[in-house]
């Protein structure tokens, strides 16, 4: 009886060690590709003479989720397209560039769809701060570069559509 006392023990005891001791290493979340999606077309115009400065196909952020993602995890975006996040309301905001491959300029519009600021050439994986110098409703991300290059003003304008 004692020996097979021992032979249960033992036969446990090799059964929760294999158990604690042969866990497997933890797995790594695999990093999925994340596409553009056209959900809309917007124009950035001149203040004095409403003249279209560029067109864009955009992205639309305009919940929870997609204003805290942005365009975190993409290794690019080409140069005709950008993403503009809508907030419900106008007030300073702050971007950073957490997660965010490659460089972009920030441009702050205000509920009028004013441009107010812009952060240029925001640096990838930068997790400081980036304000807006007044109150802003939209947000328009684009590659870095492009603010200089279109000669963007504040007071310039932009109009949007969505996508059906």
Do not use: H
Not at 36 to 59: A, H, P, R, W, Y
Not at 76 to 82: A, Q, V
Not at 143 to 157: H, I, M, P, R, T
Request: charged share 20%; with cysteine.
């Amino acid at each position: 009886m004692t020996t097979r006392y021992l032979k249960l023990v033992f036969l446990l005891a090799c059964c929760f060690s294999t158990v604690y001791t042969c866990k497997e290493a933890p797995k790594k979340p695999k990093q999925v590709a994340v596409s553009f999606t056209k959900e809309g077309t917007l124009q950035l115009l001149k203040q004095n003479t409403d003249s279209v400065i560029v067109t864009l196909d955009i992205e639309i952020a305009d919940n929870e989720f997609e204003t805290q993602t942005g365009l975190m995890y993409r290794p690019s975006m080409l140069s005709n397209r950008g993403m503009l996040f809508i907030f419900p309301d106008e007030q300073p905001r702050s971007f950073y560039m957490k997660n965010t491959r490659f460089p972009l300029d920030i441009i702050y519009l205000n509920e009028a769809k004013r441009v107010v600021s812009f952060q240029e050439n925001a640096q990838p994986f930068n997790e400081g701060s980036l304000p807006s110098n007044a109150p802003a409703k939209y947000v328009l991300e684009v590659n870095a570069g492009l603010v200089e290059k279109w000669q963007l003003k504040v007071g310039d304008s932009m109009s949007f559509s969505k996508t059906n």
